[in-house]
């Protein structure tokens, strides 16, 4: 090679005649890929890829092969490829978790030498990721019973179902969960959910759809659908599995009701019953699973009463029986509540929809003929009438019962006749069949009979009915009225005044009549002048006569018409017919002529009533000159009037004119009764003009009666002097006395009574209460009481009332009032104040307590008692001290001395004292005890007892010596201190 001519210019075989040699050139490939995406597999499967590598050198021959050297577990490497050929590297990679699956390696490419004299050259190296993804499998899980228990048609169950993770996965990296339910029954319905993602639950919804038994198997389908969140995944494909659900329970239906629309009664009598069908109809094919039908019905119509079946087992039918118990319309809407009650435990009854059924018609009761079993016509006239008195009496409502109808014959026609009702009698109301008397006599024994008959009401279409006869007795008597004849004139010619004339009336026996069944006649006679008076004769029996007597009354023309009224009395020969009244009968006309005087006339009362009046009231008696005819022919009356007592006094009038009223003047003179006897002398003084002498003079008396009253007069003293007194609660401080004083010339029987009542100007005196009806020369007292310590000046003001005695007519009269001046003063008790317990503790005998004790002003300290107190101990280990008299508003100590030792525990009593100062009029007061808790102890202090020398005498060194040294008990030794003693010499020797 060293003497080549010319360089070589590439690789080949080189043949210069001088030298033969072969030149290679390296292999050649670009860097291979970093990355490597393996695709998609299931967790458990392996990732198989490989990275294609190509050696880029020529394929002539000449070019080195090339080598693929890898690290990593999951990559393996290639050799010698040639020139323009290509080698794989191969990866496999186990998936053995979810998601992402990575393998790091590297390979390195080498251009492998041809032969052993030359080294491989190392080209490039490239580190190497792979990648692939790992899915699970959907992983259904659920519940391997459902149980629906007793339901209802419809009822629903969900069976959970999940997409569960499965272990260590991943949600990104599980597959979507198809499910296909297929039910092994009819009675069932599933609804199956949608894709479950990974870790989702969803429910299948199960729903029974009809009546029966529901155990069965339901089968399930799953399928895993090769989709992420419904996104397939490139490489994966569905795969399925299956699963079962064991289904138990048993569905039942409702009750379905259906009923009549309507009860139509029509028109029918009580007690008419009427089927209202209401059924329970199957649903499915065996009543068994479906509830029985409860039904209760209701109105509101009261005359329809209900009967409910009882529970109506599906596919049968009852009746609710409806009946009309009371005559009216039977309109009505029965509501009926419908219950579907539950076949088996576990159900609740359901409320079904409740019906409503329409009731039309209406009941009619049978007329209800009300007849006496006797009527008694009492006595009556012939040719009048009574009626027999036939009821129909409503049985429930009128409007809705029949008619009666009613046919009466009479037993014996001659003497009573009979008419039936115009009309059959409607409910509620009565007919008469009218009976009459057609000729006088005895009408007892005879009978009416009755046919009676319950007419139905038009258009209702119902059948009368006959009802049972009656038979009604008939008792009675009939009369004829009287019968007057009389003489058509009456002449007095001229008469004086007061003279009589007579006109026969007869009581004429009517055809055919008999006197016993003949009314009497009355006669009554009226003058058409106040010329004439009539006097009618007594009662005219039957074919008797009597007289009419006619008086010339007053002076005058005696010229008139005398009407004669008669009637017939009711009467027989006197004696009064039970049951006939009085009839008018026809009147006649008699003419009167003649003339006549009148005297005077006097009209006074007989009595004069002055009531209860006061001392000197007056009252007029009036005194009447009355017209008898004409003022003009009548006399003048003169009125002379005298009393009986010294009581009245009077005052007559002048002469009076006819037709003129004046008055006697009486006045009450004196109090007391005023009974007394007027007398009246009454002449009648003839008038000039008539030429004729006075009349006679006449008395008459008048009785007068009344009482005459004083008023009440009050007399009382003008000051009440309380002096000092107590504030009392209740009782009488003071006493004023008010008399009613006797009237002048008073009667004290007819005098007012006295009310006194009393007010106090002053707010510390109290009125406790007035007097009231004090007679006539009586006293009565107003007391009063303080009731507020202090001055009592002020003034009493006197109410007075004239109280009109009872029965006199009177009313009672205020009087003047009246003033009292008040002196006095008003002083509290002494008030304590003092606590109820003193605890002591453990103190020294001897040591010394202050109790405070107050006298708490009660009003004012000025008006109040000072306080004395006297305390006493129940232990004599105790001393008091009592304070001296504490005034009111102030407090002193009672002072408790612990003089003796020992337990201190005792009461305290005080007796205490209202001290009244020597306030003249007032005197001390005890008042209530008040009582001290007092606790404690007391203690004494050691007493030593010890002799007053040693006597130790000539004694060796060291000899000892006692000193007796006692503790004294002075009152006890469990309250007295221990001794402590120390000592000490001054002789130290």
Do not use: C
Not at 186 to 213: F, Q, S, W, Y
Not at 385 to 390: G, K, M, P, Q, R
Not at 531 to 542: G, L, Q, R, S
Request: proline share 2%.
């Amino acid at each position: 090679m060293d003497n080549l001519e010319s360089p070589i210019r590439s690789a080949g075989q080189v043949n210069d005649h001088k030298v033969w040699v072969e030149l290679f050139r390296l292999a050649a490939a670009t860097a291979p890929s970093s990355t490597l995406a393996l695709g998609n597999i299931r967790r458990g499967s392996t990732l198989n890829g490989t990275i294609a590598i190509t050696n880029s050198a020529s394929g002539d021959g000449y070019s080195e092969v090339l080598k693929g050297i890898t690290t990593g577990s999951a990559f393996t490497g290639f050799d010698n490829v040639a020139g323009g050929a290509s080698g794989n590297v191969a990866v496999s990679l186990l998936a053995s978790a979810a998601g992402a699956n990575t393998a790091t390696g590297s390979v390195a490419l080498k251009s492998t030498a041809i032969t052993a004299a030359y080294n491989d050259t190392a080209l490039s190296t490239t580190n190497i990721t792979a990648t692939g993804y790992a899915y699970d499998l959907a992983n259904p899980t659920h519940g391997a019973t459902v149980a629906f228990g007793n339901v209802r048609p419809n009822a629903t169950r969900n069976l959970a179902l999940t997409n569960t993770l499965r272990d260590n996965g991943d949600l990104a990296f599980q597959d979507d969960l198809a499910v296909v339910t297929s039910t092994g029954t009819g009675l069932l319905a599933a609804t199956d959910p949608t894709n479950l993602l990974a870790g989702e639950t969803k429910n299948i919804a199960l729903r029974a759809t009809g009546p029966g038994v529901l155990d069965s198997r339901i089968n399930l389908s799953f399928s895993s659908t090769g989709q992420v969140n419904g996104v397939d995944i490139e490489g994966l494909t569905s795969e399925s599995t299956s699963g079962s659900v064991d289904i138990t329970g048993v569905a039942y239906d409702f009750a379905v009701a259906t009923h009549d629309a309507t009860v139509a009664f029509g028109n029918v009598r009580p007690s008419a019953t009427r089927n209202l069908s209401v059924s329970n109809v199957l649903l499915g094919a065996d009543a068994a699973y479906q509830d029985t039908l409860r039904v209760v019905a209701t109105r509101s119509n009261n005359r329809l009463s209900l009967a409910n079946p009882a529970d109506i087992v599906a596919g049968q039918s009852a009746n609710v029986v409806v009946t009309a118990t009371a005559a009216g319309f039977l309109t009505d809407s029965i509501s009926l509540a419908l219950t579907s009650k539950a076949a088996a435990s576990g159900l609740v009854d359901g409320n079904l929809s409740p019906g409503s059924v329409a009731v039309t018609g209406a009941v009619y009761d049978y007329a209800l003929a009300s007849v006496p079993a006797s009527r008694d016509l009492g006595n009556m006239r012939v040719g009048a009438s009574a009626n027999l008195a036939i009821g129909n009496t409503v049985v429930s409502n009128a409007a809705f019962q029949d008619n009666l109808a009613v046919s009466a014959t009479s037993s014996v026609p001659g003497v009573l006749t009979v008419a039936n009702p115009a009309t059959a009698i409607a409910a509620g109301s009565s007919g008469n069949v009218v009976l009459t008397a057609v000729a006088a006599g005895a009408i007892t024994g005879t009978d009416v009979s009755l046919v009676l008959q319950s007419k139905a009401l038009t258009g209702t279409d119902l059948d009368d009915f006959t009802l049972a006869p009656a038979t009604v007795g008939i008792t009675g008597a009939a009369f004829d009225l009287a019968n007057a004849t009389h003489a058509a004139t009456a002449a007095f010619a001229k008469v004086r005044v007061g003279q009589q004339l007579t006109l026969g009336v007869t009581n004429t026996l009517r055809l055919a009549g008999a006197t016993a069944y003949q009314d009497d006649l009355a006669v009554t006679a009226t003058s058409g002048s106040a010329k004439v008076t009539a006097a009618a004769p007594a009662n005219i029996f039957a074919a008797a006569s009597g007289d009419v007597t006619l008086t010339a009354a007053s002076a005058g023309s005696l010229a008139s018409t005398l009407s004669l009224g008669f009637s017939s009395t009711g009467k027989v020969a006197g004696t009064a017919i039970t049951g006939l009244s009085a009839a008018a009968l026809t009147g006649g006309t008699v003419a009167v002529t003649g003339e006549a005087y009148d005297v005077a006339n006097a009209s006074v009362a007989p009595t004069l009533a002055l009531g209860g009046v006061r001392v000197n009231s007056t009252a007029n008696l009036a005194v009447t000159n009355a017209v008898r005819t004409l003022a003009a022919y009548q006399d003048d009356l003169g009125v002379v009037a005298t009393a009986g007592t010294t009581q009245l006094t009077l005052a007559n009038p002048s002469l009076i004119p006819a037709g003129a009223t004046r008055n006697v003047t009486v006045t009450a003179a004196k109090a007391g009764l005023l009974t007394d006897t007027l007398t009246l002398s009454l002449s009648s003084k003839a008038l000039t003009v008539s030429g004729l002498a006075d009349g006679a003079t006449t008395t008459q008396t008048v009785a007068v009666t009344g009482a005459a009253y004083d008023f009440a007069s009050a007399s009382h003293d003008a000051t009440l002097a309380l002096g000092n007194v107590r504030v009392t609660t209740n009782a009488t401080t003071g006493t004023l006395t008010v008399t009613n004083a006797l009237a002048a010339n008073g009667t004290a029987a007819y005098q007012d009574k006295l009310d006194v009542t009393a007010t106090s100007s002053n707010a510390r005196l109290s009125v406790l209460g007035g007097a009231s009806a004090i007679a006539a020369t009586a006293t009565g007292d107003v007391t009063v009481r303080a009731i507020t310590a202090g001055s009592l000046a002020g003034n009493l003001t006197l109410g007075f009332t004239s109280k009109a005695l009872t029965g006199s007519g009177l009313t009672d009269s205020a009087l003047a009032n009246g003033t009292v001046a008040v002196t006095g003063a008003a002083y509290d008790l002494a008030t304590a104040s003092v606590a109820s317990s003193l605890t002591l503790n453990n103190v020294r005998t001897g040591t010394l307590t202050n109790v405070s004790v107050g006298n708490v002003v009660t009003t004012s300290a000025a008006f109040q008692d000072s306080l004395d107190v006297a305390a006493t101990s129940s232990n004599n280990k105790l001393t008091l001290t009592n304070p001296a008299n504490i005034a009111a508003g102030a407090a002193r100590n009672l002072v408790v001395n612990a003089a003796t030792a020992g337990v201190l525990d005792a009461t305290l009593t005080l007796g205490l004292t209202s001290n009244f100062n020597n306030v003249s009029g007032l005197a001390n007061v005890t008042l209530a005890d008040q009582t001290i808790a007092v606790t404690g102890a007391a203690y004494d202090v050691a007493r030593p007892t010890v002799a007053p020398t040693l006597t130790l005498g000539n004694r060796r060194v060291g000899y000892a010596a006692n000193l007796n040294i006692a503790n004294t008990t002075l009152t006890s030794a469990t309250y007295q201190d221990s001794l402590d003693v120390t000592s000490a010499t001054s002789n130290a020797s």
